[in-house]
């Protein structure tokens, strides 16, 4: 349509929604895709909300949030370690994605590189283009755990490149990157002089024991790294549309400025609740141990079906299985395991081109329905061995 702008035209489904929106004309379907907590929000976040209204907390905020929730991320949330002043160098926005976009829209220009993980979150790269930037993939390997090594990193930086996006644990793979890996990476980072952007939206799903520390911690890192959270997955809040990002004060501020002209702010009882919501960090231990108990279902039944190799994920609620044994292409897979057995699961390959051969099950189903959804795909498997 001629009103309509280029980059605007250019905007395409993604493959997750796409998926939904054939699954959505069945019936009987179980959904193995959605990144999102099946629970409700904790029956205290959901009080607290109720109370904001109460309250009439129903105006609009500061542009850079409320300052109550500021502070309360700079001293209780997971950035609490690095030491942040919540008048300046926190900004509160519509979900994380609302904090990439904002961020996107400060920092990109003229084709600016952006090192992005392949297979990585496809938001990503249709953020960064549309900010004018330039995504570079950096690919992985299924044997390294589909993380990025730091030397394949160094190896893609040219004169243009102006960020690294990270994300642990990360979505689509579950992998959660060490505390080693992170040095490396921001040896990278301060020898070429990028910016990193870490994206820690599934850091407290976390099993096994393992630890996800933010790379803003790294001595020579804070001044250089943008951290992007978000309550949508920690507290099962995604609907609320409430996120951050912490960082040097001088892109917080155009950061805020940006958000004054375009959303004005983020919602303000949403604000409120997840303000309250910090106090109450056992609740996302307890959607953890939930995500934990699923994760060891899924495991167990995948590890019974011949041909399908699950990955053992820390973090996060996602399991990136290897489907490479049927010959299948990954969308051909997901596509026949929805027609034959009414599960959705994502082709890997939507996620960049590392991802062909493997499949994305998320594990935010209940427990029945998870075990439901396991007996179809190894009847489907079954099928496709015949
Ligand atoms: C890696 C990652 N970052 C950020 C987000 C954004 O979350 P939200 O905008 O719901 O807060 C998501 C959502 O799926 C995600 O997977």
Not at 53 to 59: I, M, P, R, S, V
Not at 101 to 121: N, R, T
């Amino acid at each position: 349509m001629k009103w309509i702008n280029k980059k605007a035209e250019g905007l395409t489904q993604g493959a997750i929604r796409a998926m939904f929106d054939r699954a959505n004309k069945m019936t009987g379907v179980i959904s193995m895709g959605i990144g999102e907590p099946d629970m409700p929000t904790p029956e205290f976040v959901r009080d607290a909300g109720k109370e904001a209204f109460d309250k009439e907390q129903t105006h609009y905020t500061p542009n850079a949030g409320t300052m109550m929730l500021r502070k309360a991320i700079a001293e209780k949330s997971t950035v609490k370690n690095v030491g942040y002043d919540p008048e300046t160098e926190i900004i509160i926005t519509n979900g994380g994605m609302g904090a990439l976009s904002l961020l996107f829209l400060v920092i990109l220009q003229d084709g600016d590189e952006v090192l992005i993980q392949d297979p990585q979150w496809l938001n990503y790269v249709a953020q960064v283009e549309y900010c004018d930037g330039k995504a570079v993939r950096v690919p992985t390997k299924p044997e390294d755990n589909f993380e990025m090594q730091p030397e394949v990193i160094e190896s893609l930086i040219t004169d243009k490149t102006k960020v690294l996006m990270i994300n642990s644990p990360n979505n689509p793979t579950g992998a959660v990157m060490s505390k080693e890996t992170l040095e490396k990476i921001a040896e990278v980072a301060i020898k070429h002089d990028i910016l990193v952007i870490s994206d820690e939206a599934y850091n407290t799903l976390l099993y096994d024991g393992a630890t996800a520390p933010t790379i803003a911690e790294l001595p020579g890192m804070k001044e250089r790294t943008l951290v992007v959270n978000t309550f949508s997955k920690s507290y099962a809040m995604c609907g609320w549309r409430i996120g951050y990002v912490a960082g040097p004060a001088e892109i917080i501020d155009r950061m805020t400025k940006c958000q004054e002209n375009f959303n004005a702010c983020a919602n303000a009882p949403g604000q409120y609740a997840a303000a309250k919501a910090l106090d109450r960090p056992e609740l996302c231990q307890e959607l953890c141990d939930t995500f934990a108990r699923r994760r060891a279902m899924l495991e167990e039944g995948l590890a019974k079906i011949d041909g399908i190799e699950s990955n053992h994920p820390t973090g996060a609620f996602y399991i990136f299985a290897d489907i490479r044994s049927f010959g299948l292409s990954s969308v051909d897979f997901c596509n026949r395991l929805l027609d034959e057995q009414k599960v959705v699961c994502i082709p890997g390959s939507a996620f960049g081109e590392c991802g062909e051969g493997f499949i994305r099950m998320a594990y935010t189903c209940s427990d029945e329905n998870l075990k439901e959804a396991i007996e179809r795909i190894a009847k489907f498997c079954d099928g496709l061995r015949k």
